[in-house]
């Protein structure tokens, strides 16, 4: 068991362009969470999917931020039109419903 | 509001020295805890949660309810000990989501 896979690991992106991270959760979990680490801040939460269903997505900004987590494939969390405030670490976790999280290494998202 | 504070941004600490690394929440329920670490290159991974009133690596904390703290304390640091530390809560929210509320996090630095 791989773990959770994240990639990129490191994505730069100009002002106005679309990001896309992918979360691959480890094999058996059906659930996902997104989180955003900012510069010398903690973790935090942006949204909780289970397969084909946005569950809380509470912590999402209100525009440019989507997330999705198909059937088949990994869970994908898109940032359009990318400012220089979106830098920052992004995080996924995988688990099984009501257990551990078990984390993805980041992406580190740059913005230019 | 749901909130974790952690007040030390960096501690350091001589090698067989106790550790104690400070941890208050605010939460208006019943909360679980956990103390995550993040190993220098390596992702965040769990390392002990309040319900399960484990030692890990000779780690240890206690809810104090009525001091809303959860402090992680281990009584001979080791300098394999040097990481980042965070604690975090959740309580069951929309959907049954286990989200994670972190604090910024503790750099903890064992010397020789």
């Known amino acids: 068991n791989a773990g959770v896979m994240q990639n990129p690991r490191h994505l730069v992106r100009r002002r106005g362009q679309e990001a896309r991270l992918r979360c691959s959760p480890m094999?058996?979990?059906?659930?996902v969470y997104w989180y955003r680490q900012l510069p010398e801040e903690g973790l935090k939460f942006m949204v909780y999917l289970q397969k084909e269903n946005i569950i809380d997505e509470s912590g999402m900004p209100k525009e440019r931020f989507s997330a999705e987590f198909p059937k088949e494939g990994p869970s994908i969390l898109r940032i359009q039109q990318v400012v220089r405030g979106d830098s920052a670490a992004y995080f996924c976790?995988?688990?099984?419903?009501?257990?551990?999280?078990?984390f993805g290494p980041g992406t580190r998202l740059t913005v230019l | 509001a749901q909130r974790v504070t952690q007040p030390e941004k960096l501690l350091s600490v001589f090698k067989g020295a106790p550790v104690e690394l400070k941890c208050n929440y605010s939460y208006s329920g019943s909360p679980e805890l956990f103390w995550y670490v993040q190993y220098s290159r390596q992702r965040l991974q769990l390392l002990l949660r309040?319900?399960s009133r484990e030692s890990i690596k000779g780690f240890t904390a206690d809810l104090n309810k009525g001091e809303t703290s959860f402090h992680l304390k281990k009584p001979f640091a080791q300098e394999e000990d040097s990481a980042m530390y965070y604690c975090a809560l959740s309580g069951l929210s929309q959907g049954g989501s286990e989200k994670l509320v972190f604090g910024k996090g503790t750099k903890l630095t064992v010397n020789p």
């Open positions: 094999k058996g979990h059906s659930h």
């Open positions: 309040h319900i």
């Open positions: 976790a995988s688990s099984h419903f009501l257990r551990e999280q078990f």
